[in-house]
């Protein structure tokens, strides 16, 4: 079956509170940096077919050998799956992502039949990056979470022991500020990033 992509006549929006918080050195598309993580979220279901876009565009994630190390798994909410994904993430963490519409962990496989894989977290990274970009696109929030029991995620998941638990990801569409604890609200706006010369050097360090 054919899929048809996305009409490349319709243009990406930089969302307006992007452009009040965020300056770019270098030009670059817009999608890549109106990319942040929100924690409002309105709590509103997504269909399986939106959320199977978002693993769509994981799938297109470049890695080491054509390995695609990467397996996603996901809860929708309001199933008997999102209890137990939920009980994964700390308290901190539940306290706003009580309002996605899906819970997603990242697991990455380390080592197959033949080797131990050194780039396996490093492909899995590729890959939540398309997801991520993909959410944004579509104007939904993709947020990555470290703050959740890996041991937890890996025993109820049933990951055979080549596989390791990365991260999770609360993805949900856009709600108000109210819908977050008034602690966490001062943050909710795009954060700036370190200067290119931070992060890039020519020769050595």
């Not at 519409?101 to 899995?124: C, G, M, R, W, Y």
Request: aromatic share 12%.
């Amino acid at each position: 079956m054919r899929v048809v992509c996305y009409d490349q006549s319709v243009s990406f929006q930089v969302p307006q509170i992007v452009k009040k918080h965020r300056q770019l050195n270098h030009s670059i598309h817009p999608l890549l940096y109106s990319r942040w993580s929100p924690r409002a979220m309105s709590g509103e279901t997504i269909s399986q077919d939106q959320l199977m876009s978002l693993f769509e565009a994981a799938r297109w994630a470049p890695s080491s050998n054509n390995l695609q190390p990467w397996k996603f798994f996901y809860a929708h909410r309001e199933t008997d799956y999102w209890p137990i994904y939920f009980d994964f993430l700390n308290e901190f963490n539940q306290l706003w992502a009580k309002n996605a519409s899906a819970l997603v962990v990242v697991t990455a496989q380390i080592e197959n039949e033949k080797e131990k894989s050194s780039t396996a977290e490093f492909d899995t990274g590729a890959a939540w990056q398309n997801l991520a970009l993909e959410a944004t696109y579509q104007g939904l929030i993709a947020h990555g979470i470290g703050g959740f029991s890996k041991i937890k995620a890996t025993k109820e998941l049933n990951l055979p022991i080549d596989y390791k638990t990365i991260a999770m990801i609360a993805i949900g569409k856009t709600g108000d500020l109210s819908q977050i604890p008034e602690r966490m609200q001062k943050n909710e706006i795009p954060n700036q990033r370190k200067s290119l010369e931070e992060v890039a050097k020519e020769g050595f360090f």
